[in-house]
């Protein structure tokens, strides 16, 4: 099969989302005008590192997943862009401050843990991380028999 014309992000696994960079420019135009399909690609492979994208996923719906990680890349994207390409121009949290006469900004990333700040820093991230939620608090299967780790 050497010689293949189908390059590899084109090729779709069963319960795996593929990233549309047509449709991830629709929802972010902004951030599309200074970040092309490559580079939004190589933010996705890096997206994925934050959200598993694979069939054991615990976000099972291919939409939202793709949805969630397209936030991810706009979220990688506006930390990676300047300003005035739409990014987040180097500022890290939230603007806690802000005064004109000799222009001066403060931001802090206030009471949040690590992660949330680390997502706190874009629009993206913190919608990221408010839709996540569910994922991050404890689950229950009952009925399912527990087993002791028993270490030889």
């Known amino acids: 099969m050497s010689g293949s014309s189908i390059p590899p992000a084109a090729v779709t696994v069963p319960g ?5 960079y047509a449709a991830w420019s629709a929802l972010y135009p902004t951030l599309a005008q200074s970040v092309g399909a490559g580079q939004a690609q190589g ?8 959200l598993d994208n694979t ?6 719906d291919l939409d939202r997943r793709a949805a969630l990680l ?3 890349v706009a979220h990688l994207a506006s930390l990676g862009l ?5 990014g987040a121009g180097g500022l890290v949290g939230r603007v806690a401050q802000a005064t004109r006469g000799s222009v001066s900004v403060r931001t802090e ?3 949040l843990s690590e992660r949330a700040a680390w997502f706190g820093q874009t629009q993206y991230g913190a919608s ?3 839709a996540t939620r569910g994922l991050r608090q404890a689950r229950y299967v009952p009925g399912l028999p527990q087993r002791p780790a028993i270490w030889p």
């Not at 996705?44 to 590192?49: G, S, V």
């Not at 300047?82 to 739409?86: A, K, L």
Request: aromatic content about 22%; hydrophobic content about 50%.
């Open 43 to 50: 933010y996705y492979d890096l997206a994925c590192l934050y």
């Open 70 to 72: 397209g936030l991810l």
């Open 109 to 111: 990333f206030a009471t």
């Open 16 to 20: 795996v989302a593929v990233f549309d």
């Open 82 to 86: 300047p300003q005035e390409q739409g």
């Open 128 to 130: 990221f991380w408010a």
């Open 55 to 60: 069939p054991t996923s615990l976000v099972r």
